[in-house]
């Protein structure tokens, strides 16, 4: 149900203005209530236009007859528009909140009606039900990062999309010569072996893809010494600033074996370093690793991990969890799933590798939050 199809349960939030955004690339929808049953007042302001959308705030409070200083909360779904709006609403004394689009909830049927209109209803109909303290959970908020913590992130980012791209343009190059059944060995000299490579009958490459080539391997060159640049900016960082507190933390992830500065350095960037958790289960929550229950009647299956939360730590812990094993193998740990799973086929192996990503994951905030170290684990100065 929308807020315009509630009962008649008059300004149940006192006075109070709630506003919900739908934000677009041109234009930004908005609409106002101020409780359970009261209209909603829709306008339209250009997109990123705050000075306008102060200005339909104004409008809303004079329509609806509320004082000047009365409360303002709003909320918008999270998206490409970032954190900055959520800062700027909270300069101006308005409460906000960015919402977790997967968490909003939806008609079941097969086909739904979805409009900018019917969202903004939706928004604000949660919203007052958050606002009058509903005891069911309404929705996942997103947590907001400072200016500082958002700002540690750009630099593994960045690092990882020169990665991606180096190893992107690699494979066109080797599906290039793959084409003429002839193939790359990107670690000699690639000019050079252009130079040699001769089609089937003999016959050189032709010119116009030995100049593609050549450009290709220019990019890959180019993203190499991004990489170099961006790691030798992250070992800087990890020498020379000593009283950053999450670069702290890295270095304390980093005396593990089987721990290396990329996993250090996104664990805590990524996860560790600007969240609080109250318990594992929140660690292996906001990870997407937990599984998924479905039970209903007679029907009792698992459907797998939730995939919520952060992809970039996803898969980081998992692949942390196969290093796990092969550089701490007398840990309680690699111990436990080599009981559970060491024997078994391969789909279970994959399967127990996911349970053990987890609970390294949680003993790692473990290890962060108390300095106890994960059972049986070794330093390495102990190796």
Not at 285 to 290: E, P, Q, R, S, V
Not at 324 to 332: N, V
């Given at each position: 149900m929308t807020a315009t199809t509630h009962g008649n349960d008059g300004n149940a939030n006192g006075a109070t203005l709630c506003m919900a955004l739908e934000l677009g690339e041109a234009h930004w929808e908005v609409a106002f209530t101020t409780g359970f049953g009261q209209k909603v007042l829709q306008r339209r302001v250009e997109a990123r236009a705050t000075q306008e959308l102060l200005e339909k705030v104004e409008l809303a409070r004079e329509v609806f007859g509320l004082e000047a200083d009365c409360r303002v909360e709003s909320c918008y779904e999270a998206g490409r528009e970032g954190f900055w709006l959520h800062r700027?609403?909270?300069a101006q004394g308005i409460g906000n909140r960015v919402v977790d689009s997967s968490s909003i909830e939806v008609q079941r049927r097969r086909r739904r009606v979805k409009t900018d209109r019917v969202d903004l209803e939706?928004?604000?109909d949660l919203l007052l039900r958050e606002l009058a303290g509903s005891r069911k959970q309404v929705?996942?908020?997103v947590r907001v990062p400072s200016v500082q913590e958002e700002d540690r992130r750009h630099l593994h980012r960045e690092l990882q999309s020169a990665k991606r791209e180096r190893v992107r343009v690699t494979n066109r190059i080797r599906g290039l010569l793959a084409c003429h059944g002839l193939r790359l060995e990107p670690r000699r000299d690639v000019a050079r072996q252009l130079e040699e490579l001769r089609q089937w009958d003999g016959r050189p490459l032709p010119p116009g893809l030995c100049a593609r080539l050549a450009r290709e391997w220019?990019?890959?060159q180019f993203h190499t010494q991004m990489i170099r640049r961006l790691e030798a900016e992250r070992r800087r960082l990890l020498s020379q600033e000593r009283e950053e507190a999450s670069l702290e933390q890295v270095r304390q992830l980093l005396q593990l074996q089987g721990i290396g500065i990329n996993s250090a350095w996104l664990y805590v960037m990524e996860f560790f370093g600007w969240r609080q958790f109250r318990n594992g289960k929140q660690v292996g929550?906001?990870?997407?690793?937990?599984p998924m229950p479905f039970q209903s009647?007679?029907?009792d299956r698992e459907q797998g991990i939730s995939k919520a939360g952060n992809r970039h730590m996803r898969s980081m812990a998992i692949e942390i969890a196969w290093a796990?094993?092969?550089?701490?193998?007398?840990?309680?740990l690699s111990k436990w799933y080599q009981r559970r799973f060491g024997r078994g086929s391969k789909r279970l192996r994959k399967i127990g590798i996911v349970a053990l990503a987890r609970k390294l994951l949680i003993a790692l905030w473990r290890f962060l939050e108390t300095g106890a170290l994960p059972e049986g684990a070794l330093l390495k100065a102990e190796v």
């Open positions: 700027f609403l909270q939706s928004l604000l929705w996942s908020m220019e990019r890959v929550a906001l990870c997407g690793l937990t009647g007679q029907s796990w094993l092969r550089f701490q193998p007398e840990s309680e």
